[in-house]
């Protein structure tokens, strides 16, 4: 199926040696009129505040960690400009892994794969489209969902991304996610993107929650299916309630039954604050798996790399090498930490007082860079040209009923003036 922008380039190449020769990927390509889009608006028109940006932001500049900024200047020439091997940095990957472990503790005694370095996170979830998803295929994933999921399974792979109600009244909508897997579950193969933090919703399942949603998994694979999870972990760690799942999905996955098999995608890209470093992760983890298993993978994994970008940058990963030995970086990390967590708090307590407002409802959010609110009465893209146009406020309509707002890229002391004009543009369009 051609996406309706798509269709309206192809049909401007019409009658053209390139229009004439473009493969059925080609003629699947478009550029979607999504978070990049809107986001470049925003910068244009967003003289008063650009809530768009997926980065933590002070003084509309990013910010950036001592312990990585330091190192700029410091490189040899090998870490500068030499050639990385296809997988990465050997070092950078032991100390990636080890760190894994750190932040889930209960992986501590657990077989899973040495991480392999990509080219960001959104190239990782690509490789695992070659790898793992042919055409027809369908990959289950949340309902909102982070618009690139969707070019990459359908422009990409001309395969089906199938989504399911994320959100209940309560929290996690743990009935829609296990009808859907079971949906897909009688077709013998299960295969499942989960991000938490989510974007654009900003939520984290709770402890109970995250049990939960591996039993329904497991279930499943009792009966004799066999279950792949993708666990997007982009913003992993990044946890404002008590209640919020510590660890990620993955830490319970990889060894939670015979017929799943575990993925996890991260890396520095929000960890530590590196977003165009462009060096991502990914993880393969599964029970019964042995190290051949994993050394198989990993070769196909670099298959995919070297014949897409050959390998990662260099310099990001020495950079990295260097910052992660460095003894101040946790502490460097915990200040943007709670400077984000603040921010939660004022968005958290601003929206908590209006949760009887008829024009706008909050969607649960507990976590990352992102809140979500689902429009009543008028549709997202309309509230967002309002606010862009207007008041100078970019903001992003993720599809027609729900507008995400980063808190991440708001200073703290814009917050009730941003959140105020939301609320008083979504009751002039109610």
């Not at 493969?23 to 925003?42: T, Y």
């Not at 015979?258 to 991260?266: L, P, S």
């Not at 893209?381 to 708001?410: M, P």
């Amino acid at each position: 199926m051609i996406n309706p922008l798509a269709q309206d380039l192809n049909d401007s190449l019409r009658g053209t040696v390139p229009g004439e020769m473009l493969s059925d990927l080609g003629m699947r390509l478009f550029f979607p009129k999504g978070i990049i889009a809107q986001g470049a608006e925003a910068k244009k028109l967003g003289k008063t505040a650009n809530a768009t940006i997926g980065m933590a932001v002070e003084n509309k500049t990013p910010i950036i960690l001592s312990s990585v900024k330091n190192e700029f200047t410091n490189l040899t020439s090998a870490e500068a400009v030499a050639y990385a091997p296809t997988a990465g940095n050997l070092e950078y990957r032991t100390i990636w892994k080890e760190q894994i472990i750190a932040k889930n503790p209960s992986l501590k005694d657990k077989s899973f794969s040495l991480p392999a370095v990509v080219p960001g996170l959104t190239a990782g979830i690509s490789y695992l489209c070659d790898l793992f998803l042919k055409e027809g295929d369908v990959l289950l994933a949340a309902n909102p969902s982070w618009d690139n999921y969707s070019l990459i399974v359908e422009a990409r792979r001309n395969a089906s991304l199938k989504q399911f109600t994320l959100f209940n009244d309560t929290g996690f909508n743990l009935d829609a996610f296990e009808k859907a897997v079971k949906e897909q579950a009688a077709t013998g193969k299960v295969r499942i993107l989960l991000n938490f933090p989510q974007n654009p919703s900003g939520y984290t399942p709770t402890k109970d929650e995250q049990a939960a949603i591996c039993k329904i998994l497991c279930a499943v694979a009792d009966k004799g299916a066999s279950v792949m999870v993708w666990c997007d972990d982009a913003y992993f760690g990044l946890n404002y309630e008590d209640n919020i799942a510590p660890e990620s999905l993955f830490a319970l996955l990889c060894d939670a039954h015979e017929k799943i098999f575990a993925i996890k995608i991260d890396g520095p890209t929000k960890e530590d604050f590196a977003w165009g470093f462009r060096t991502g992760f990914l993880t393969f983890g599964g029970k019964g798996l042995t190290e051949q298993h994993y050394e198989a993978l990993g070769k196909k994994l670099m298959g995919t790399i070297r014949s897409s970008v050959s390998c990662c940058s260099t310099p990001a990963q020495s950079i990295m090498i260097r910052a992660m030995k460095n003894p101040e970086i946790e502490a460097e990390k915990l200040e943007f930490r709670n400077s984000l967590e603040a921010r939660y708090k004022k968005v958290r307590a601003f929206v908590d007082a209006r949760k009887n407002n008829k024009a706008l409802t909050a969607l649960p959010f507990n976590s990352g860079y992102f809140m979500c609110f689902r429009c009543n009465g008028f549709s997202s893209e309309d509230l967002r040209q309002k606010l862009l146009n207007e008041y100078g406020i970019g903001t992003i309509a993720i599809d027609n009923a729900h507008l995400r707002v980063a808190f991440s890229s708001l200073d703290e002391s814009l917050i009730e003036q941003v959140y105020s004009t939301i609320y008083k543009a979504a009751e002039e369009l109610a």
